[in-house]
């Protein structure tokens, strides 16, 4: 059959879009549906899964390790989150000002969090070495004994806390672009009018980015929530004494060590289910305190 020249362009359209559309079947789509599935059965992946329901689910309140998981997860989300952004905003406002070699501040300052997340915490690792470690060495010059870091069970966390501070590159440049779309004739006037910087920043330069605020919090939220990488490298077991025990490595030590796919599909499917009402929920709370420029939201 001979095809006009609109039904080739969507031919083509087609043939063009197959590589992803074939990727999101296969690879999203497909493991998401039988993730689903799982988290209602018993499946150990060499026998054959067995229907049991809602059991998944109701283990986890009688699992002490997820509830522990809980915990150090949001002591990690509400101390790391609230920092960064902070910090983040703060080396934005810094390097949006007109000052020579600018662009290699704003270089440096990115280029850290270029760097994968196993190079990172094993660089982390030594630096939080309690014999022979930087951190530990720094504070010896002072006449300061340093604490064993990872070693000891109140300063592990913290510790994690301290080296995410290494990626606040990445949320500084997003508040930088935002900072440079402030109108300056809103600032000029405010001059004007006589306002102080500080005037300038809590009336007209934090409510005109408030919107890239709430997205960088709502993206650090869901990123802490899914923190892993630290607690494989730099602790191993989530240790000491189940310190770093976050709530995605209790899923992949279910998953990958216990065998219990389906009993990690329902710590999967609850994370999702938790991350969503929580992004909801900041949305509602953001009505009163987001500007948009076509009217708060």
């Known amino acids: 059959m001979k095809l006009n020249e609109n039904g080739r362009q969507r031919l083509n359209l087609y043939i063009f879009l197959s590589p992803w559309i074939i990727g999101l079947l296969v690879f999203t789509l497909y493991p998401i549906i039988s993730s689903l599935f799982y988290s209602f059965t018993d499946y ?95 504070l010896s010059l002072a006449g300061i004994k340093g604490p064993m870091w990872l070693m000891d069970e109140s300063w592990a966390i913290p510790a994690l806390i301290l080296m995410s501070l290494w990626l606040t590159g990445s949320g500084m440049v997003v508040f930088l672009a935002a900072l440079q779309g402030v109108p300056v004739s809103l600032q000029e006037a405010a001059v004007l009018d006589g306002a102080g910087k500080w005037q300038q920043l809590r009336v007209i330069t934090l409510p005109m980015i408030s919107p890239i605020i709430l997205f960088q919090l709502i993206m650090g939220i ?17 240790g000491p004494h189940y310190a770093t025990y976050f709530y995605v490595f209790n899923l992949y030590t279910n998953a990958f060590k216990n065998y219990k796919i389906g009993y990690a599909s329902a710590l999967g499917w609850l994370l999702l289910v938790t991350v969503m009402l929580l992004t909801y929920l900041i949305f509602k709370l953001s009505d009163k305190y987001v500007y948009y420029e076509g009217g708060q939201n």
């Open 44 to 138: 150990n992946i060499i026998d054959a899964p067995r229907f049991i329901g809602i059991r998944n689910y109701t283990d986890l309140m009688n699992d002490d390790l997820f509830f522990k998981s809980i915990k150090v997860t949001l002591y990690y989300t509400c101390l790391s989150v609230p920092v960064q952004l902070i910090l983040s905003l703060a080396l934005a406002l810094l390097l949006n000002q007109k000052v020579p070699f600018m662009g290699f501040f704003r270089t440096s300052l990115y280029l850290p969090s270029m760097v994968s997340g196993v190079v990172m915490s094993l660089l982390w690792l030594w630096i939080f070495n309690s014999d022979f470690g930087l951190f530990n060495y720094l």
């Open 222 to 238: 869901i990123d802490s929530f899914q923190t892993f990488t630290q607690a494989v490298v730099m602790t191993r077991n989530g």
